[in-house]
């Protein structure tokens, strides 16, 4: 058996002495095809053929399509023809880009609790990737890939990687794939889920996924996070006037304290509070008992600094920060100071441009 040797930094692997299982595998389409890109070949003379594999930094080891998001709190997806997945300042369109740099290139990870093989993207402005069911062109396969903001997180948003070699295929609901296509207008830069079933376009399912930002590693002594107290109600605090009519009374419970970080613990007094929050859509509405909610930590006890910083966390501009009336359920404007002593809140973002924020205008409340 020949010695291994070393060609451009990486280990090679000689294998003339099975030769004949290679040259099996490039003659098989089937075969050849999962051979991961990375992969590539030195043809050294007529006899031996060597492969090199680059030896990967990191140590986790890649096994199924979910590893490649392991830990990762934000990514971007780069496509064969290398550009990258970007969220079209429309809020509404999900396009390609060579401008990997952009921030509407940054995807956010959710896990989806109960299945360890699902996750959601989300955008940065809050909105999901979505499967939709809208075709693309008329007659044609593949449907549209949006951006939306569903009232519920159902499956449309769900997406399951599915490793293939080095790259990751992430499949909908309907046993499509995200496709990044090419090609000329309309199809250029254009994203749809589809299966793909002619050879030249099999490759346009698949992804590479660059993580750009980690959870962070709960420290030692962090505990499991309890259950949210209610909100604590001052008068100095929030103005509620029980004449006024936005929303109809919903439920203040939260089925779920975070998405993204909901591994974190929540932190101490000196460093802060919780800030428990749900996305209102373009109606107003919000279902607090099936839509999962978020958190963030804050620091502070101005309404002004908060909205600040929720603005940062959902990408959404125009945004009003409201509290539910534990009396009647409807929600109100946050306004003046928070609760003191750090208590965690409840609170619902509310886009400027929606029914209830138009309400609030009209009763004279300032916004």
């Not at 060579?98 to 093989?117: D, K, L, Q």
Request: glycine content about 6%; hydrophobic content about 30%.
């Amino acid at each position: 058996m020949p010695r291994a040797c070393i060609h451009r930094g990486y280990p090679l692997a000689p294998i003339a002495s099975l030769s004949p299982a290679l040259e099996l595998i490039y003659k098989s389409p089937f075969l050849a095809s999962h051979i991961p890109h990375h992969i590539t070949s030195t043809k050294i003379n007529t006899s031996i053929r060597l492969f090199h594999f680059p030896i990967q930094a990191n140590s986790h080891v890649i096994r199924s399509g979910m590893d490649f998001f392991h830990n990762a709190k934000a990514v971007r997806l780069r496509s064969q023809h290398d550009k990258y997945l970007l969220a079209e300042d429309d809020e509404e369109s999900v396009t390609q880009d060579r401008n990997g740099s952009s921030r509407t290139a940054r995807w956010s990870v959710e896990f989806v609790p109960g299945y360890e093989s699902l996750l959601r993207l989300k955008s940065c402005y809050g909105k999901y990737l979505t499967a939709s069911n809208q075709h693309f062109l008329l007659g044609m396969t593949g449907q549209k890939v949006l951006q939306s903001l569903p009232q519920r997180l159902d499956s449309s948003v769900q997406w399951e990687p599915i490793r293939e070699g080095f790259k990751v295929k992430l499949k909908t609901r309907y046993g499509k794939f995200l496709r990044a296509n090419g090609g000329l207008p309309p199809w250029r830069n254009s994203v749809t889920h589809d299966i793909p079933y002619r050879t030249a376009t099999q490759e346009w399912v698949l992804w590479d996924v660059d993580v750009i930002e980690t959870q962070p590693q709960p420290t030692p002594n962090s505990h499991q996070p309890s259950a949210a107290p209610s909100i604590d109600i001052h008068s100095d605090s929030l103005d509620f006037d029980s004449s006024s009519s936005p929303l109809s009374a919903m439920s203040g419970h939260y089925s779920r304290q975070g998405s993204s970080e909901s591994y974190t613990c929540s932190p101490s007094k000196s460093e802060g509070r919780t800030i428990y929050y749900h996305i209102a859509d373009e109606s107003g509405d919000v279902d607090d008992d099936s839509t999962e909610g978020f958190k963030l930590s804050f620091k502070g006890n101005r309404v002004d600094e908060l909205t600040q910083k929720l603005r940062k966390d959902t990408g959404l501009e125009e945004i009003v920060v409201c509290s539910r009336s534990p009396l009647n359920g409807k929600l109100y404007p946050l306004r003046l100071q928070l609760p003191p002593n750090n208590a965690d809140m409840h609170v619902v973002v509310v886009p400027l441009s929606s029914i209830v924020a138009k309400d609030f205008a009209k009763q004279g409340n300032t916004l």
